[in-house]
């Protein structure tokens, strides 16, 4: 009844740039954060960044490079990666904590978009 779809992963080179995107569609009556996770093969996944009520949070790692962002209006949320380094290459994963027309509070998860920074 809700779907997360990601757009926007590719190849590119150390210090380019790539712009995810995630749009949340179905039966959607509220959604609190929406946000990035990514998983690199041998490692756990880890957060990104998020937005809650307009403020973004990062991880150290990539704060200063990357830049989350959402548009309410149309239930997506972006993340702008400038300044790739390999170290960037992962599966990334776009979340949103969503209440639906039910009234029922959950977690929804994107299948996924690959990232890959190499030369």
């Known amino acids: 009844q809700v779907q997360l779809v990601e757009s926007g992963g590719g190849l590119v080179q150390p210090g380019g740039s790539l712009r995810l995107s995630c749009v949340a569609s179905?039966?959607?009556?509220?959604?609190?954060?929406m946000g990035w996770y990514r998983q690199a093969p041998g490692k756990e996944r880890e957060l990104v960044a998020r937005?809650?009520?307009?403020?973004?949070n990062y991880a150290d790692s990539v704060r200063g490079r990357f830049t989350i962002s959402r548009d309410n209006a149309k239930n997506t949320v972006y993340l702008q990666m400038n300044s790739l380094k390999p170290e960037d290459t992962a599966v990334y994963y776009c979340?949103?904590?969503?209440?639906?027309?039910?009234?029922?509070?959950?977690?929804?998860w994107g299948q996924g978009t690959q990232v890959t920074v190499s030369s």
């Open positions: 979340f949103a904590n969503i209440i639906t027309f039910m009234r029922q509070s959950n977690a929804y």
């Open positions: 179905g039966s959607i009556f509220r959604i609190d954060n």
């Open positions: 937005v809650t009520g307009g403020i973004g």
